[in-house]
C-alpha cells in the first residue's frame, strides 16, 4: 500500500492540536508531528493540505439504518452498502449496527447479516441492541408486543450469531432479572445502557449501567423530587451519554445543560438514525411501523420521533454551535470516548500505529474527505 503524507494542515489527535503539523500513513498511522520535524521519505506520496484540518474518524455507536437500508433487513450486502455510505457520506469511520425491539427470529436475522456485513467490511466494529429488554412505558417508537424481561440467554444467543459483535445492550434497569442480566454483560465486556426505562434514581443506584442511551429521550426525565433516569446519568460521574444533535430530539438549551454537567470526556455524539437517513423526505419505515419524514424529522403516525435522518457531520458541527463545544471537545465527543468506553484500542485518535481513520475538514468545518484503512474517499453529497 502506497505511504500517503499529509502535511502543513491543522491537526487534532485528539490528545493535542498541532497547528501545521504533518501524518504519515498506510493503513496505520507511521508518524504524526510538526511540521519542524517532517523529513520527507522516498517512495511517498505527499500531499499540501494548507487551511485543512484533520481529526479523527468519527464513531456512532447507534446507527439503526440510512440511504434506504435498516441493519434490522439482515441484508449483509445492504449492511456493508449502509456502512460504506455512512462513510463517505457523513465521516463514520466505525459503525455498530444498532438493531431495535422486534422478535427474537427477526433479531437473529440481523445479527447473522451483520456478521457476514462486517467480514467485508472493517467499518463495522460492533453491535448495539437496542432492546428488546425495555419498558412498555418509555417504548417510543420501539412495537409494545416483542417487549421482553432481560434474558442473558438470549443474549448468548445473538451474542453468537454476531460472531461475537454484540458490545453494547440497551434495557430497562428496573425490569426482573437486571442484577444477574448486568453482570453476564460485565463480565463479557458488553456494555449495559439504561434507555427505554421508567427507573427511577433510587433503582438506578441499585444498577450497573454506565451508560445511557440517548438521554433525555424514551426515559424516566429529570424532577424536582425524582431525579428519574436524567438525573442519574447528569449526577453519576461513570455514566456516558448519547446525546442526539439535531435540534428537535433535544433542544439546544438542554443540550447545554448536559454539556455543562457531564463534559467533553463523558458525551458521546449519536445518529440514532433510520432508512430514511439520506434519502428524499416522504413515507418510510421503522420495525415494521410507518414512519413519516418531515422537516428532517421522522415521526410515527402519532407523532412520536421514530429515530433521526441526522448525518454524524451534521452532529459534529452541531455540536460546536447548540453547546458552544470548541473543535476539540467535538473530536472527544465523536471519536475520543467512544474508543476509550469500548476498548477499540486501534480507533479513536491520530496517533502511531492506530488505524488510518481520518476526516478532512475545511475551514467551516465541513466534512471534504474520509480515509477508512488509509484509502482516500472524497465526501458525496
Not at 97 to 103: D, G, I, L, N, R
Not at 247 to 254: E, Y
Not at 277 to 286: H, V
Not at 339 to 361: H, P, Q, Y
Request: proline letters at 3%; one cysteine or more; aromatic letters at 8%.
Amino acid at each position: 500500500m502506497t505511504v500517503t503524507v499529509l502535511k502543513h494542515a491543522t491537526i487534532y489527535t485528539g490528545l493535542e492540536r498541532i497547528e501545521d503539523g504533518y501524518i504519515r500513513f498506510d493503513d496505520k498511522i507511521l508518524a504524526v508531528g510538526d511540521m519542524f520535524d517532517y523529513k520527507a521519505q522516498a517512495g511517498e506520496q505527499v500531499v499540501d493540505v494548507q487551511g485543512k484540518t484533520l481529526i479523527p474518524g468519527f464513531i456512532d455507536v447507534h446507527a439503526h439504518g440510512g440511504y434506504g437500508f435498516d441493519a434490522m433487513d439482515g441484508d449483509a450486502d445492504q449492511i456493508d452498502e449502509m456502512a460504506t455510505k455512512m462513510m463517505t457520506h457523513e465521516g463514520v469511520t466505525t459503525l455498530f449496527a444498532t438493531t431495535m425491539t422486534q422478535s427474537t427470529e427477526n433479531i437473529d436475522k440481523a445479527m447473522r447479516g451483520v456478521k457476514q456485513a462486517a467480514e467485508r467490511n472493517r467499518i463495522i466494529q460492533g453491535v448495539h441492541l437496542e432492546g428488546p429488554f425495555i419498558s412498555k412505558v418509555f417504548k417510543g417508537a420501539q412495537p409494545e408486543e416483542y417487549i421482553k424481561n432481560p434474558n442473558i440467554d438470549l443474549v448468548k444467543q445473538w451474542q453468537e450469531l454476531s460472531g461475537g459483535l454484540v458490545k453494547l445492550i440497551t434495557y430497562a434497569p428496573e425490569d426482573e432479572g437486571s442484577r444477574e442480566f448486568e453482570d453476564y454483560l460485565l463480565a463479557h465486556n458488553i456494555v449495559p445502557s439504561v434507555g427505554h426505562s421508567n427507573a427511577t434514581r433510587e433503582q438506578m443506584l441499585q444498577s450497573k449501567a454506565t451508560h445511557v442511551t440517548h438521554l433525555y429521550n424514551a426515559q424516566r426525565g429529570l424532577r424536582h423530587r425524582e431525579p428519574g433516569v436524567t438525573g442519574h446519568a447528569m449526577l453519576e460521574d461513570n455514566m456516558y451519554c448519547e446525546l442526539i444533535c439535531d435540534g428537535f430530539h433535544i433542544v439546544p438549551d438542554m443540550l447545554r445543560l448536559a454539556f455543562d454537567q457531564k463534559g467533553p470526556e463523558r458525551i458521546e455524539l449519536v445518529t440514532d438514525s433510520m432508512r430514511s437517513k439520506g434519502m428524499p423526505e416522504g413515507k418510510s419505515e421503522l420495525g415494521g411501523q410507518t414512519v413519516y419524514v418531515k422537516d428532517k424529522q421522522a415521526r410515527l403516525a402519532d407523532g412520536t420521533l421514530a429515530g433521526s435522518v441526522l448525518m454524524y457531520k451534521d452532529a459534529f458541527k452541531n455540536a460546536m454551535s447548540f453547546m458552544d463545544a470548541s473543535l476539540f471537545d467535538a473530536v472527544e465527543m465523536s471519536s475520543v470516548n467512544q474508543a476509550r468506553e469500548f476498548n477499540l484500542t486501534s480507533k479513536g485518535t491520530l496517533e502511531v500505529g492506530k488505524d488510518a481513520d481520518i476526516n478532512m475538514l475545511d475551514r467551516n468545518h465541513d466534512l471534504v474527505a474520509t480515509y477508512s484503512y488509509g484509502v482516500k474517499h472524497d465526501t458525496e453529497d
